[in-house]
C-alpha cells in the first residue's frame, strides 16, 4: 500500500527534496548522506576504478563517486531519472535496465552501491538485487548499502510516521529483516554493519570472496 504523498513527493521535486533534507539532518545533512557510501570504501578501492551504483535516480548518490575519480556507471529503470542524471552529471556512464537483472557482464566492478534503495523492493527481488551485486563485483570487490533500519526509542515514532506517509509495505518488511545475515547467506564475506542517525539508518559494507563460485 502506497499513501498519496509518495507519488506526490516524486512528481514534485522540491517536496522530495525537502522530506531528504529533513530526513537526513540526523546524519550531518544532504551532502553527507549522499556520501556515505564513499565515506565506507574509498580507502579500499584502487583510485579510478569501475563503481555501479544500482538505483541511481538523478545520479546524486553517484556524484561523491564522481568527483572523487571513480569511473561510475549508473543503472536505474526510469528514462526520466536517468535524463536527469545526465544533465546533472554528464560523467556518469548510464544504463537502463532493472536491478533484479542487470544487463552487465560478471564480474565489472570493484564496487557496488545501493543507496536509500533496497527497501523499495520486495522481499524475493530484494534478495535478487542482493544476488545480482554479487555477480557483478569482481572477485575481492565490495558491496556498500545505506537504508533503513529499525530506529530507537527516540526516533520510532518519526520513522513510523515518515514510512506510513512516504513509503510501501516494502520498507516495513525490510525493517523486520536482518540484513547482515542475509548477506552471509547469499556468500558475501567480512559483512560489517553500522547504525547511524539514531539506530534510524544503517550502513553495511560486505565483499565478495577473492575466490568464489558466486552465479546469479
Partial sequence: MTSFLRPLAYRHRWIYDTVTAISSLSVGGVERLRGLGLEALQSRLEPGGPVLDLCCGSGEAAAPWLAAGFSVTGLDLSPLALSLAARRHPDLKRVEGLAENPPLKDESFLAVQLSVALHEFPRQERAQVLRQSLRLLKPGGWLVLVDLHPAGPWLRLPQQLFCALFETDTATAMLED??????????????????????ALQRITAARPSSDTASS
Fill in 178 to 199: 536482518d540484513l547482515p545475515s542475509q548477506l552471509h547467506q547469499l556468500g558475501f564475506t567480512a559483512v560489517r554493519q553500522e547504525l547511524l542517525a539514531g539506530r
